[in-house]
């Protein structure tokens, strides 16, 4: 059997919702987002959302960290030779920001971890990879890194250039504690009459929801730092539409919803520590991708990382509007599955006389 070369476009239905007014500090003004998704209800949805969002002044979002990682395997052939590799490596630094400024002007070394099993060593490479994801620049970087190591430790052998410790699309806690991609919080405090007018419930349900739903539930699912209703549906829509690494909404998707009452309003936030996007490199040469990444004004001359930053916060906010969505929603028996029967039945419709 050939394998299939001719290039092939798959459609999936999607749409702008908003505008979501970001209130700052570092994104401003009013967004209209794109989604791409086979889950229809999704748009009004999110749509609503960010409608109430917009009303009550506005998200506002902040980056706390941004790193890309990537992990190498080696192996010696004792725990001493292990041992005094990892020791020596910690006072290479300089040495390996030189070879890795030979693989890329963007790339640069923030930080490295270790672990060792046995003989085994782990070594997590953490760069700052400017406007680009990052997957292919730090698995050069990394490469690169590993023929120099390998070359100095001649005890050590090469096991593989992926160690699993990166953490790449699987679900993990050391993303979370030690970052793999852009970690972004967003937040926006919701007045009850708002709350009561377009969200028809009120600050108290959802914050106790997200108690026993979002925070006990995922305990006894027994969830991997992840206390959310539905984050990879908004995180999903958003990649396909901008022409992301998809897959990254497994890591992407541990996030957490923390919702409190400040007297009688809702204070509601998101917490993603694993977003993974950006402005350049695969999957932005389709024309409706760059047609999306200007909308959403990414593509625009500013300094290396500041796109792919912009990228990420308009994400977490949608996550947001969704997320606050969907919650407000299940307060209410029934709401849920008579919006998703209405939304479906007249997508299908549609569908048909088209």
């Given at each position: 059997?050939?394998?299939?070369?001719?290039?092939?476009?798959?459609?999936?239905?999607?749409?702008?919702?908003?505008?979501?007014?970001?209130?700052?500090?570092?994104?401003?003004?009013?967004?209209?987002?794109?989604?791409?998704?086979?889950?229809?209800?999704?748009?009004?949805?999110?749509?609503?959302?960010?409608?109430?969002?917009?009303?009550?002044?506005?998200?506002?979002?902040?980056?706390?960290?941004?790193?890309?990682?990537?992990?190498?395997?080696?192996?010696?052939?004792?725990?001493i030779d292990a041992y005094e590799a990892i020791i020596n490596l910690q006072q290479?630094?300089?040495?390996?920001?030189?070879?890795?400024?030979?693989?890329?002007?963007?790339?640069?070394?923030?930080?490295?971890?270790?672990?060792?099993?046995?003989?085994?060593?782990?070594?997590?490479?953490?760069?700052?990879?400017?406007?680009?994801?990052?997957?292919?620049?730090?698995?050069?970087?990394?490469?690169?890194?590993?023929?120099?190591?390998?070359?100095?430790?001649?005890?050590?052998?090469?096991?593989?250039?992926?160690?699993?410790?990166?953490?790449?699309?699987?679900?993990?806690?050391?993303?979370?504690?030690?970052?793999?991609?852009?970690?972004?919080?967003?937040?926006?405090?919701?007045?009850?009459?708002?709350?009561?007018?377009?969200?028809?419930?009120?600050?108290?349900?959802?914050?106790?929801?997200?108690?026993?739903?979002?925070?006990?539930?995922?305990?006894?699912?027994?969830?991997?730092?992840?206390?959310?209703?539905?984050?990879?549906?908004?995180?999903?829509?958003?990649?396909?539409?901008?022409?992301?690494?998809?897959?990254?909404?497994?890591?992407?998707?541990?996030?957490?919803?923390?919702?409190?009452?400040?007297?009688?309003?809702?204070?509601?936030?998101?917490?993603?520590?694993?977003?993974?996007?950006?402005?350049?490199?695969?999957?932005?040469?389709?024309?409706?991708?760059?047609?999306?990444?200007?909308?959403?004004?990414?593509?625009?001359?500013?300094?290396?990382?500041?796109?792919?930053?912009?990228?990420?916060?308009?994400?977490?906010?949608?996550?947001?509007?969704?997320?606050?969505?969907?919650?407000?929603?299940?307060?209410?028996?029934?709401?849920?599955?008579?919006?998703?029967?209405?939304?479906?039945?007249?997508?299908?419709?549609?569908?048909?006389?088209?």
């Amino acid at each position: 059997m050939r394998w299939q070369t001719t290039e092939q476009i798959a459609t999936v239905p999607m749409r702008v919702v908003g505008p979501i007014k970001l209130a700052g500090p570092e994104v401003m003004g009013n967004i209209m987002v794109p989604l791409a998704t086979f889950e229809t209800p999704l748009w009004p949805s999110t749509h609503r959302g960010a409608r109430v969002c917009s009303q009550s002044g506005g998200i506002k979002a902040v980056v706390i960290d941004d790193r890309m990682t990537r992990s190498v395997l080696l192996e010696a052939n004792n725990v001493i030779d292990a041992y005094e590799a990892i020791i020596n490596l910690q006072q290479h630094k300089e040495a390996m920001q030189s070879i890795i400024a030979e693989t890329s002007r963007y790339a640069r070394l923030i930080d490295l971890h270790t672990q060792v099993v046995g003989t085994l060593i782990y070594l997590r490479f953490e760069f700052n990879t400017g406007d680009a994801a990052g997957h292919n620049m730090s698995t050069l970087a990394a490469d690169r890194l590993l023929e120099w190591i390998l070359v100095r430790f001649p005890a050590l052998k090469y096991v593989s250039i992926s160690g699993n410790y990166c953490t790449d699309k699987k679900t993990s806690a050391v993303n979370g504690i030690l970052g793999r991609g852009k970690y972004v919080i967003a937040e926006v405090t919701i007045p009850l009459n708002i709350c009561r007018k377009l969200l028809k419930t009120t600050p108290d349900k959802i914050v106790q929801l997200n108690i026993k739903k979002n925070l006990i539930g995922n305990i006894v699912a027994g969830g991997v730092r992840t206390a959310n209703a539905h984050f990879a549906n908004m995180l999903l829509g958003f990649y396909l539409a901008t022409g992301q690494d998809v897959a990254n909404i497994i890591e992407g998707s541990q996030g957490m919803v923390y919702a409190e009452l400040r007297g009688e309003d809702l204070y509601f936030s998101v917490t993603l520590p694993n977003i993974i996007v950006g402005t350049v490199g695969s999957g932005k040469s389709y024309d409706y991708v760059r047609e999306n990444l200007r909308l959403l004004d990414c593509l625009e001359e500013r300094e290396p990382g500041q796109n792919a930053r912009r990228l990420a916060i308009i994400a977490a906010c949608t996550v947001l509007c969704g997320e606050l969505s969907l919650l407000a929603a299940q307060t209410n028996p029934g709401e849920l599955m008579k919006s998703h029967l209405k939304l479906e039945r007249q997508s299908s419709e549609g569908s048909h006389r088209g």
